[in-house]
């Protein structure tokens, strides 16, 4: 992204510090990277307004893969390549800018975000020195989803840059001697192939891993392997002009029409390349209207600070919402969108360019020890937010425990990114091994996942092992997904696994838009379907439920009384009675079904029968609807029947 062409060859930083004009200097391609920060910008504040401004990082990775290719191929063929020299001038670029911001974020975050969300930033710093980003944010979830909450999820287009680098210098280095440009299309096939391939199995991984993207870069790639031939450059001469209105036709449609439920990136992204890849191919030749516009000089001057302003502007969004100033009025998003252009223009002009040009760490030697010396630091940063899970030394007492339940709960990577990478098509998990002769599957929503680890804990003193559902789909077909796709294979999984008991949990009524007869249909259809296959049905009534448990809305509204929210039993009630009266029926219809009921353990006498959200210092709630490890261990007598039952069939 931060590609600023030519500048990594010598004599051009030494022509334009001279005030000479350098002839391979190209403003449209400027002008185009002004267009793809605009859109990133513009879709940023204003999502609705340009559905697709999140392609602009896809047209920077046909520039990078343009302007890189053309300077590696001159250099491999004139045998002034060295890789050492490659890498250093990428980290003049890049890092210094990048650590200037990472570092400003994490300190900001100090005093904007609360524990949880902190410790989520500072594990994404962690991921900056390595270039890893794109792999974190992988792992951590899709990257339209809880996107607010992440203020440096935008750096995942530098992991995929970064690791493009370190591998696209040799395979030009292979190719010096050859056209190139043959063995790249195959390469890009094979890519794109892989993009299509993983986008029914884990559309994510497609979205943020170099393999399923190089295509973009590799695009790029091809036009400036196909400028070396002289009957390519006639051909681009001839045409310039209408090659020029289908790449901007193709681009703009793209920023305006393409939306997140599109399914991107597959063969969606084919609009953004292709665009990008007719403007740079047309543009070569001077006298293209498109070229003109393209070379507009606010438009250039956009383009010359973009990667600075890529990197500023999402976490001044960001932060913005977090401390409830923004939430899209028009005045506030043109004065976020100033102060993020006058942070970029300010790293451009006192940081990026006087680095790039030498005025200061001018040897590779102070250069290296600078970049290493601010990544330490960054992997401090991160270290102390993520061990102190973030930060939560900034409070005391009450509020630190209400602030860190969070951290005692179920994660988001349900069955673990391993599994799920080395098993994509696998709808059951396993949890727990050796347990035990025994097996019992947990399955449901994340209301089931959230009981998987005291269920294990159960299972080691019981002596059974304990399997989950590696999707968060409910047993029953709220979509075409979760019902067809998902269903059926955890049907022979509890076939061939040998599962004598399976809990379905989740959150049954109100959270889904389904007409009731429909999901009571469902859910006795597939109890039927398991109780076929030999196995035991326990159906669990969810959780009380209430806003107040939310640990950080409790915290923030609380207004200095810190103690646990009570919902009134009689509230809970009235959902919890029509789960029971729904589970009983099927339990009336079908053998070997039970009903289990966590309320009395979680509405406790004590409590003059309401049900609270923690009680002394410990919280049982991460979130309104959530339990935590804590809350889900006092309610574990709730599985004392599955227990027994499980004990007694050993």
């Given amino acids: 992204i931060a590609n600023r062409y030519p500048a990594p060859m010598a004599h051009t930083a030494r022509q334009r510090e001279a005030g000479r004009p350098d002839a391979s ?203 070396e031939s002289a009957r390519y450059r006639e051909a681009m001469r001839r045409a310039a002009l209408p090659l020029g209105v289908v790449g901007a036709a193709c681009t703009g449609a793209s920023l305006m029409l393409i939306d997140e439920s599109m399914g991107f990136p597959g063969f969606v992204a084919l609009a953004p390349v292709l665009g990008t890849t007719l403007l740079i191919a047309h543009g070569a030749h001077e006298g293209s209207p498109v070229r003109r516009a393209l070379s507009w000089r606010p438009l250039v001057g956009i383009g010359l600070v973009s990667y600075s302003l890529y990197l500023w502007h999402w976490p001044v969004i960001v932060f913005a919402r977090r401390r409830g100033l923004y939430d899209g009025e028009l005045a506030v998003a043109l004065l976020l969108a100033l102060v993020s252009v006058g942070l970029a223009v300010g790293t451009y002009y006192g940081l990026e360019t006087p680095v790039r040009r030498r005025r200061f760490l001018s040897t590779g030697r102070s250069l290296l020890v600078a970049v290493l010396a601010s990544f330490a630091l960054v992997a401090l940063l991160g270290l102390v937010g993520v061990r102190s ?61 959230m009981w998987s680890h005291t269920l294990v804990e159960l299972g080691r003193e019981a002596h059974f092992d304990v399997f989950l559902n590696a999707r968060n789909c409910r047993p029953t077909k709220d979509s075409a997904f979760c019902g067809g796709r998902v269903q059926e294979p955890i049907l022979q999984a509890i076939e061939r696994e040998g599962i004598e008991d399976v809990v379905l949990a989740a959150t049954w009524y109100g959270a889904y838009d389904r007409p009731d007869e429909e999901l009571e249909a469902e859910l006795e259809d597939v109890v039927a379907a398991i109780q076929a296959r030999g196995s035991r049905v326990w159906l669990l009534v969810d959780v009380p439920s209430d806003p107040q448990f939310d640990p950080e809305r409790r915290y923030r509204e609380a207004a200095g009384d810190l103690e646990f929210h009570v919902k009134e039993r009689a509230a809970h009630d009235v959902v919890r009675h029509r789960e029971r009266a729904l589970f009983e029926g099927i339990a009336r219809r079908i053998p070997d079904v039970y009903v289990l009921d966590p309320t009395d353990t979680l509405c406790p006498e004590a409590q003059g029968g309401g ?40």
Avoid at 142 to 159: I, Q, V
Avoid at 405 to 430: E, T
């Fill in 25 to 227: 200097y190209r403003p449209d391609i400027d002008g185009l990277r002004g267009i793809a920060v605009l859109g990133v910008l513009i879709f940023h504040l204003f999502p609705h307004a340009m559905t697709g401004g999140f392609v602009g990082v896809d047209v920077f990775f046909v520039i990078s893969g343009y302007l890189i290719t053309r300077i590696l191929r001159r250099q491999t063929r004139d045998g002034s390549f060295r890789f050492r020299d490659f890498m250093l001038r990428r980290l003049r670029r890049l890092s210094l800018p990048l650590v200037a911001v990472v570092v400003t974020t994490w300190c900001v975050g100090l005093t904007v975000l609360l524990p949880e969300n902190m410790a989520g930033l500072s594990e994404s710093v962690l991921s900056q020195p390595v270039a890893l980003q794109n792999v974190y944010f992988l792992v951590d979830g899709d990257y339209f989803r809880r996107a607010a909450h992440k203020p440096l999820l935008h750096t995942w287009s530098l992991g995929v840059e970064e690791q493009f680098y370190l591998l696209w210098p040799w395979l030009l280095v292979l190719l010096r001697r050859r056209r190139g440009w043959p063995e790249l299309l195959a390469l890009m096939a094979l890519s794109f192939g892989l993009n299509l391939m993983l986008m029914p199995l884990s559309p994510k991984a497609s979205f943020f891993l170099l393999p399923s993207r190089a295509w973009e870069l590799g695009a790029g790639g091809l036009v400036a392997l196909l400028e």
């Fill in 389 to 449: 899970q973030g930060a939560a030394f900034r409070y005391e007492g009450v509020a630190r425990q209400l602030l860190t339940a969070p951290f005692d709960a179920a994660d988001d990577k349900r069955c673990g990114f391993l599994f799920r990478v080395l098993h994509p098509r696998a709808q059951v998990c396993q949890l727990s091994h050796g347990q035990g002769e025994r097996r019992v599957l947990l399955w449901g929503n994340s209301h089931a996942d």
């Fill in 611 to 650: 049900c609270p959200g923690g009680l002394g210092e410990t919280a049982w709630y991460r979130d309104t609807n959530h339990l935590t490890h804590a809350g889900a261990r006092r309610a574990a007598s709730t599985f004392a029947r599955l227990v027994s039952a499980s004990a007694g069939r050993r």
